[in-house]
């Protein structure tokens, strides 16, 4: 990923990139002279030196020769049409962010560039101007990091077509050796005849031929674009039926050969990766808004990627029809592709297009993930990639988990994919339905137990260990989906967040019914014993959620206008019971709570440092605004605290056994988090400072909270009556009043608590020092830090109260 910034796009110099363009013509302009020049002096090699040994290899040498000076041209011309590209574009952005720099001081703002933040003036604020300043202020701002992120996807586009084309260390600039290419393509078509038995002279020799050139285009493109996409998938099921997987650990034996599982994993790898460098876009854009592609010269043709579809939604037989063991009947292409998913750096666009077609082909078909499961050969593993040890690594019958793996490195291509397809409903949001992000996040079964080999022995290992399986699939769509929302900011990645949290709450399971059962016919669980989010994918949309904390805040303040296009906007009602959701998780809800304090802590130090209004001190105005940051903070906690304590009510007794002795080590990972995401929040919050000041606060409430966070030992859970894990009350009471304290403006302070004449870092406190700040709360400070702290508990209270009214609560203490 590129780490272009705001202030590198400020002083980008074009002349540079243009200098070096002109180097790279002269370059590819030699290069073809010198190979018009080969051709004349070669050509009449044949007439000259017409037999014998050493004719035919001089021959050979010279049409190597020809090939590799020949194929100089092409990748040196991309680079220099890449390089003068990138000059031009960046010069464009640059010019973009320079105009938007000085709108923004002309008027009087004060524009950060290494910060990327924009201050607006204290008179701006005055006279009723805080909602339009704001505005303001966050459209500039927007727009600013909107052209940052611009640069650095033109930054990742250049360094893809130079990466894609730089020399490679086998064979410099020029293709494998036409005698590579040759002898590859005789040995694949030998293989790919199931009625054929290779020796395991033949299986090394393409191993070594295609990790030596896979990732060459002219191997590649020649290669694959022989083989056709309904061979690609033929080979790849034939070497998935060279060694047969019995469950238990594999050993070599008569019936079992690690080499050649390790052949077959590094061929299936090795295809993988030669698909990828065959698709990857090195093409050129044409017309008068770039609407027309024309696809480089080693990159396969967009025929060939809709046959790979076709070819995808057929089925196909593998293996030897003599040997029934390794002969599988009707198993669909899709399935021969996802093994090879899994390794290469897939294009966006071909990932999103294909994998798209995955999704769509299973939804249309409407039997969920059992489609995959149809035929299942006894002891056939058709994905070796993963390993084979493990009886829990996926069989590669579902090609969801090689698809996953693609997307969950690729935020581009499944933000492309889930946002490809929309749907209209009378009661879905203006923007329409994402059928595709709704499949999968709510509707289809990941069962994780569905994806081995058939056979008796599978059978008897499923009914014995199936419950221990995890489903690494699901985790890596969580993966995709923490990518495609937070990697780059943007319209779609919004409407994704948006899709998220509506789409688990319009489902079903939302309304109490079982996956895919009709909610009229009566409720079924409560919020307790039910899943919005599927508990392998919290930890993700925990993080997403903190990505875009400054919005959920939002969201939360009643009467909040918002500008579409710039903000994610969803209904607070859903928003609450997502977070609940989330809460039931423990990590999830560490993760949200870190960023929730790092909001409210940099909202509080806006407020205190004068960022709303510069000349006010710490009086009723100052308080109330600090209401409204303890109001969202509260109505977000209180949330996520009310689904902790709803899970912890239903296993309290299992989790109090072992939740003391694992305290500390999770507030060491606490420590962690602190750095990851409040570094990432504050990034959102334009105040200079707050970042270094959001660490502090986090950091030494957690200190403060932890003995707190632990149970009694009499089986009541630490989240039981608001008391949850030190975010409850106390925790925002303590954020508030470590924002006033640090703010430096509170008088009548005890004596102890300066040093030097500077306010006494909080972790440095002595038991004097908190005693005289407990009375000082409750005397010179009562009207401000202790009316502060009551107003941030009480609000948390009523957010929690809230969340329990939204889901519901039964007599008996667990929700309807």
């Known amino acids: 990923m590129s780490e272009m910034t705001l202030q590198l796009l400020l002083g980008f ?5 243009h200098e070096a363009a002109d180097r790279w013509q002269r370059l590819a302009r030699g290069v073809d002279a010198a190979t018009d020049q080969l051709i004349q002096g070669t050509r009449d090699l044949a007439f000259a030196w017409p037999s014998g040994a050493g004719s035919a290899a001089a021959a050979q040498e010279a049409a190597t020769v020809r090939t590799e000076v020949s194929n100089t041209y092409g990748p040196a011309k991309r680079i220099q049409e890449a390089i003068d590209q990138h000059a031009y574009a960046m010069s464009s952005l640059r010019r973009q962010a320079e105009s938007i720099v000085e709108a923004a001081r002309q008027a009087g703002w004060t524009v950060d560039t290494a910060a990327v933040t924009i201050t607006a003036p204290a008179s701006a604020y005055m006279g009723g101007n805080l909602d339009r300043t704001g505005r303001e202020t966050g459209a500039l701002l927007n727009d600013l990091r909107t052209v940052v992120e611009y640069a650095r996807a033109q930054d990742d586009a250049t360094a893809g077509v130079i990466n894609a084309n730089v020399p490679s ?3 410099g600039f020029g293709a494998g050796p036409p005698g590579a290419i040759a002898r590859a393509q005789e040995l694949i078509n030998k293989i790919k005849d199931p009625a054929y038995q290779p020796t395991a002279a033949e299986l090394d020799e393409l191993r070594d031929l295609i ?14 674009n022989a083989l056709g996409p309904k061979g690609l998938l033929e080979l790849s099921g034939t070497l998935a039926t060279y060694q047969l997987d019995q469950p238990g650990k594999d050993a070599d034996s008569l019936l079992f050969s690690n080499d050649t599982a390790d052949v077959v994993r590094d061929l299936q790898n090795g295809l993988g990766v030669m698909l990828a460098t065959a698709t990857t876009e090195t093409g ?6 770039g609407e027309t592609y024309v696809p480089g010269q080693y990159e396969l043709s967009s025929q060939w990627v809709t046959d790979l579809m076709t070819a995808g939604r057929s089925r196909i037989d593998i293996g030897d029809p003599s040997s029934p063991m390794r002969y599988v009947e009707d198993v669909y292409g899709y399935q021969l592709l996802g093994p090879l998913l899994h390794s290469g750096g897939y294009d966006a666009g071909f990932l999103s297009t294909v994998g798209g077609d995955i999704v769509d082909f299973e939804m249309e078909q409407g039997r969920g993930s059992d489609l995959w499961g149809e035929t299942r050969a006894d002891n056939v593993r058709l994905d070796w990639t993963q390993g084979h040890d493990d009886n829990r690594t996926p069989a590669g019958y579902d090609p969801m988990n090689g ?15 889930l946002t490809g397809h929309t749907e209209y409903t009378a009661d879905g949001p203006d923007g329409g339905r994402l059928p595709r992000l709704d499949y999968l996040l709510t509707d289809r079964n990941w069962d994780p137990a569905a994806d081995t080999p ?9 009914l014995e260990n199936g419950g221990d399986y995890k489903n690494g699939a699901l985790e890596k769509f969580g993966l995709a989906l923490e990518h495609a929302t937070t990697d780059t900011a943007g319209p779609d990645a919004r409407r994704l967040v948006e899709s998220i949290v509506f789409e688990t709450n319009v489902d079903e399971q939302a309304l109490g019914a079982a996956n895919g059962a009709n909610p009229r016919d009566g409720k079924t669980v409560g919020f307790a014993d039910s899943d919005l989010v599927h508990p392998e994918i919290r930890g993700s949309m925990a993080n997403i959620v903190s990505s875009y904390i400054s919005d959920v805040n939002q969201n939360m303040v009643d009467g909040t206008r918002f500008d579409t296009d710039a903000a994610v906007e969803v209904d607070r009602t859903h928003l609450v019971r997502f977070l609940a959701d989330l809460g039931k998780d423990h990590d999830a809800r560490q993760t949200i709570a870190m960023a929730e304090a790092a909001y409210a802590t940099g909202s509080y130090h806006d407020i205190l440092s004068g960022g709303q209004d510069p000349g006010a001190g710490i009086d009723d105005k100052t308080l109330r605004s600090m209401g409204v940051v303890s109001h969202t903070y509260g109505s977000v906690m209180g949330a996520v605290d009310f689904g902790a304590g709803e899970q912890l009510h239903t296993d309290s007794e299992a989790r109090d056994a072992a939740h003391n002795s694992v305290i500390e080590e999770r507030y060491k990972a606490a420590g962690f988090l602190a750095d990851q995401v409040v570094g990432k929040v504050t990034e959102r919050i334009p105040v200079p400072g ?18 707190s966070a632990k149970t009694d030992g009499r089986g009541r859970s630490a989240y039981d009556l608001g008391d949850l894990l030190g975010s409850g009350g106390d925790g925002s009471a303590k954020l508030a009043e470590m924002a006033l304290y640090e703010s430096g403006k509170l008088e009548g302070l005890p004596t102890h608590l300066h040093q030097d004449g500077q306010l006494k870092p909080v972790e440095e406190w002595t038991e004097l020092d908190q005693r005289d700040w407990q009375d000082y709360k409750g005397g010179n400070g009562r009207d401000t830090v202790g009316h502060a702290a009551s107003q941030a508990g009480e609000s948390y209270q009523n957010g929690y109260e809230w969340a329990r009214n939204i889901l519901g609560q039964s007599e008996g203490g667990e929700s309807k």
Do not use: H
């Not at 707050?690 to 003995?707: K, M, P, T, Y």
């Open 690 to 707: 707050v970042g270094d000041l959001a660490n502090e606060f986090v950091g030494g409430v957690l200190d403060e909270i932890q003995e």
């Open 284 to 289: 050129t854009t044409t017309g008068l808004r």
């Open 211 to 224: 990790q030596a050139y896979g990732r060459d285009q002219v191997f590649a493109f020649d290669l694959l």
């Open 169 to 171: 260390a086998q064979v």
């Open 454 to 462: 058939g056979g008796p022995g599978w059978t008897a290992e499923l």
């Open 403 to 417: 698809l996953m793996d693609a997307l969950s490195r690729n935020g581009e291509a499944g933000r492309d994919l």
């Open 13 to 17: 110099d074009a002349a540079v990139w």
